[in-house]
């Protein structure tokens, strides 16, 4: 009897457990589902605080933000890279081998989410991270071992797509920005690879990471490392209705077009380049145009606000019409605004002219240089020479999605006449540094969350303000915080990582490694 009643115990219980299983409900997550979900957690979107920090586009009212330099953490990362390790996972499982497109895809995105982490904060957990309940508390490498690790794992991804490409197993389903082209992405992992040299320049002469030989392979070399060859060849974020608007739409224009106004970082310099950019980015202060009768076309008729101002006087400006706007037509007409660029062609030709300023390579900076600002303009429909059409929004209007409720001017351009101008034509050395890297700013905005923050945090250029209205002491903060969780889940590590970095402190005035 005690045996017949255990292998009726036994045989019921095999039974329940068969019958609890739902076959309408996936045990497993297939490797391009994931990978949808990872490269979504990796745009960096418009209208957000990068901006701020960029000191492109800025709060004017404190009810809805500011402009402080009060950082707090930084980027988390950590479960979309176990997102990564799952991807990879799963291709495996499916069938695919041990190099196949999602494996050589994840070594990009290893890359990128660790030094993105580290850019923002210092050092990092990295190779004890990610092991679960293994290990709990991982240690923090330092942010030379993170950027040494992340190049090394952009040249084996280029060498496996390479290799990828050549058998015929060069697919990637699920890719929403390349429609699952392995070419194009080792074109943006090349692209990629370029940017983090630059983010280096600081430690340029360090051995180990032999920054200059790495770059001058690259460029020197393009059957094996493939590059962006125009702005086709962008890794952007592309807006479509009805799921995933741009932030800014027809819909919330009333609510949000006057709460932010443009910088006067960004603003001057494209007037004082007499940029034809202004006209496409922005619209003129209405106050100069209607009370003072300024021409609306006029360059000194677009102002933007010091990010160092107080708020509270800012935004009297702001209701006086003493600023610009953000360009109605271009930002909030549609529902799909424009792609969101996470890695650009108009910024690797910065980044190449940059690199061969510096004299990391042999080539023409000034052909890259021309290139990035043509590429840039064009981004915007401004032919190099020619003549566009300037939409700016009519005072007392009551929508932004009408073309009747805008004012149009016909603006001509002249591609000689504009970079004769001694402040724009590439001047080599010094001089000619600074003019790559204030284009390349011009270039960038909206585009590439921090990679603005992270150029003037690198050099200096452009010139950030500050004052009373950017809050810490009147300092741009160097470096965010680590995430909370740290403090209490992995404290002895934190605190060690601070005390041979930050002096104990996790500092947001703190200087990393790579700025040293």
């Not at 429609?179 to 983090?196: C, E, M, P, T």
């Amino acid at each position: 009897m005690p045996v017949l009643l255990a292998l009726t115990v036994s045989s019921c219980k095999k039974t329940f457990l068969a019958d609890s299983i739902n076959n309408n409900v996936p045990t497993s997550v297939p490797a391009s589902l994931l990978l949808n979900g990872i490269e979504y957690n990796m745009v960096d979107f418009p209208d957000n605080s990068p901006e701020i920090y960029d000191q492109y586009y800025i709060y004017n009212y404190n009810y809805y933000g500011n402009n402080q330099y009060n950082f707090g953490s930084g980027d988390n990362y950590y479960t979309t890279l176990k997102n990564v390790i799952l991807m990879e996972q799963q291709a495996e499982k499916a069938g695919s081998p041990a190099v196949n497109p999602y494996s050589a895809i994840g070594k990009f995105f290893r890359a990128y989410f660790f030094s993105k982490m580290s850019l923002e904060e210092g050092d990092i957990p990295m190779t004890q991270a990610l092991q679960g309940l293994s290990n709990l508390s991982p240690k923090y490498d330092t942010q030379k071992a993170v950027m040494i690790q992340s190049l090394a794992w952009l040249e084996s991804a280029n060498s496996d797509m390479t290799a990828l490409i050549a058998s015929g197993n060069s697919s990637l389903a699920g890719d929403f920005f390349y429609s699952g082209s392995l070419s194009q992405w080792q074109k943006a992992v090349n692209a990629f690879h370029i940017r983090l040299l630059l983010e280096l320049s600081k430690q340029a002469a360090d051995a180990d990471l032999n920054v200059p030989a790495q770059f001058a392979g690259i460029v020197s070399n393009p059957a094996k490392y493939p590059l962006m060859a125009s702005s086709s060849d962008n890794l952007q974020f592309i807006f479509v209705g009805p799921n995933n608007y741009y932030p800014q739409t027809p819909d919330n224009f009333g609510q949000n077009g006057s709460r932010q106004n443009s910088s006067q970082t960004y603003i001057k310099l494209l007037t004082t380049f007499q940029d034809p950019r202004v006209y496409a980015v922005a619209e003129p202060a209405r106050h100069l145009v209607d009370d003072l009768h300024q021409s609306p076309t006029d360059f000194a008729s677009f102002v933007g606000a010091d990010p160092g101002l107080d708020l509270g006087i800012m935004y009297a400006n702001a209701n006086a019409q003493d600023y610009s706007f953000l360009n109605r037509h271009r930002y909030y007409s549609t529902y799909t605004g424009e792609p969101s660029v996470q890695i650009g062609y108009p910024e690797l030709m910065f980044n190449i002219a940059e690199g061969i300023n510096r004299g990391w390579a042999t080539g023409n900076a000034e052909s890259y240089y021309i290139a990035g600002i043509q590429a840039s303009m064009a981004s915007y429909s401004i032919p190099a020479t020619g003549s566009f059409t300037a939409y700016f929004y009519k005072p007392g209007s009551t929508g932004v999605a009408s073309i009747s409720n805008y004012d149009t001017y016909l603006i001509n351009t002249n591609w000689n006449t504009y970079y004769g101008q001694p402040a724009v034509k590439y001047a080599g050395s010094t001089t000619g540094l600074t003019q790559i890297l204030q284009q390349k700013y011009l270039a960038l905005f909206r585009h590439s969350g921090l990679e603005a923050y992270f150029q003037f945090r690198r050099t200096g250029v452009p010139a950030f303000t500050t004052g009373p209205g950017t809050g810490n002491g009147q300092r741009i903060a160097l470096r965010f915080q680590y995430p909370s969780s740290e403090q209490s889940a992995n404290t002895a590590n934190y605190n060690a990582a601070l005390a041979s970095q930050y002096g104990g402190n996790d500092d947001i005035n703190g200087t990393m490694w790579v700025l040293k």
